[in-house]
């Protein structure tokens, strides 16, 4: 994808340099059964906090969704970083993975800017912040292995650019394209942040029982998959030949089912949370394909749309 040429994004903050030692280690840290869940659940993107809160679901029962709260911050939020021009300017110049990031999102706040606008509504952009291995949210600890994640709390995207390796290394995802995608997935949960749709969705799922709260997430994550393909559509003169591709092949990575039968051997449709493999790429697809936020009904149409 050819953004070399773009803006970086002001809307950035680094949490790089700070050290948060333990947080959240009583989560990951030991082992028996949390690297296990750990190896199936938090390997892909998607709102900060559900991994957790998966985790305890699984072991004291009852629906994970129900447990996050409208805007109430579920976990420890430790010192977060501030936004300005300069911090920016510095967090986006550390690494070329870092600019890229900062380009990505830079173009999800005039894309999204201008189709609110069509609508007649204002777009507030959501801000990005760089993390490594440890940093804390508004939705608590931010652990690389939860993968990058949208914190509806303090309406922040949170990114280990490490993430991108995982992709190509673990997942055989290469390409600049497949990393955009993992951002405009998520500006796609703060769009439907922005829109109601993401307080009404927990709200409902607070009433539901797990399978149903999970099949609820699966028709939010689907959502912002193809929200990332329409911030595409409407970015196609600067993608290249393969791009679109290498995007389908990322959403294939990380659906669910490919996801568990890879780290246990076995699926559980009802445990899903994200959507299987043809879910994610289709969605994605009709996003790419179609440009119309409208098109992105997945509460109106199902995950099979």
Known sequence: MKLDDYRTSDNVGDERDQNYGGGGGGFGGGGGLFPLLFGFVASRFGIGGIVVLIIGALIFGGNPMALMGGGQNALPTGNQPTISHDGAAKACAANAASKFSCQVLASTEDTWSAIFQ??????????????????????????????PFYCPNDKRVYLDTEFYDELQNKFGVSGNFAQAYVIAHEVGHHVQDELGTLA????????????????????????ADCYAGVWAAHNRDRIEPGDVEGGLKAAHAIGDDTLQQEA????????????????????????????????????????DG
Request: proline share 3%; glycine share 12%; charged share 20%.
């Open 118 to 147: 069509q609508e007649g509504r204002q777009y507030t952009p959501t801000a990005l912040i760089f993390y490594s291995r440890e940093g804390s949210s508004g939705c608590g600890a931010a652990q690389s292995a939860m993968g």
């Open 200 to 223: 009404q969705a927990t709200a409902q799922q607070r009433d539901e029982s797990t399978k149903q709260g999970n099949a609820t997430q699966v028709l939010i994550e689907l959502q």
């Open 264 to 303: 246990q051997g076995r699926v559980v449709p009802d445990s899903f949370t994200h959507g299987t493999s043809a879910e994610r790429m289709k969605w994605l697809k009709r996003g790419i394909d179609s440009g119309d936020p409208a098109q992105c009904d997945t509460f109106k149409v199902g995950a």
